[in-house]
């Protein structure tokens, strides 16, 4: 069955970068598309981006356009999620989840999910 491991996490200043990391085992990497999204204190899970398996496709919310990047080794089972020019207000919980929607922006879409990862972005 499906199982994802999350890594990368860690505390940054503003301005920097981080790369996480998620590999994927059982019958995740079959499915149609991997999601990132990210959770902050007191708010809701929001969508950061999603890549799809087969293609490459990729998909990205708006805050984070520009600034991070989502790619896949098809050979190593893994998908990561390069930050760059972070920010305070990206500072949450980072997870990674699996889908069979098209690159869905909605977490009800998921329903295989990472661990968690902690980004800290001080200022």
């Known amino acids: 069955q499906a199982q994802l491991v999350e890594s990368g996490g860690g505390l940054v200043q503003a301005g920097g970068s981080l790369r996480l990391s998620c590999a994927a085992s059982?019958?995740?990497?079959?499915?149609?598309?991997m999601g990132w999204f990210r959770q902050a204190p007191g708010k809701e899970r929001e969508f950061v981006g999603a890549?799809?398996?087969?293609?490459?496709?990729?998909r990205y919310a708006d805050s984070v356009k520009g600034r991070f990047t989502i790619s896949r080794d098809n050979a190593k089972n893994t998908a990561d999620l390069q930050m760059n020019s972070l920010k305070p207000e990206d500072t949450a919980v980072y997870y990674c989840?699996?889908?069979?929607?098209?690159?869905?922006?909605?977490?009800?879409?998921?329903?295989?999910w990472g661990q968690g990862t902690q980004v800290t972005v001080s200022s």
């Open positions: 890549i799809s398996w087969s293609t490459g496709r990729t």
């Open positions: 059982g019958r995740t990497f079959s499915r149609y598309a």
């Open positions: 989840a699996v889908t069979d929607s098209p690159l869905g922006p909605r977490a009800s879409m998921y329903d295989h």
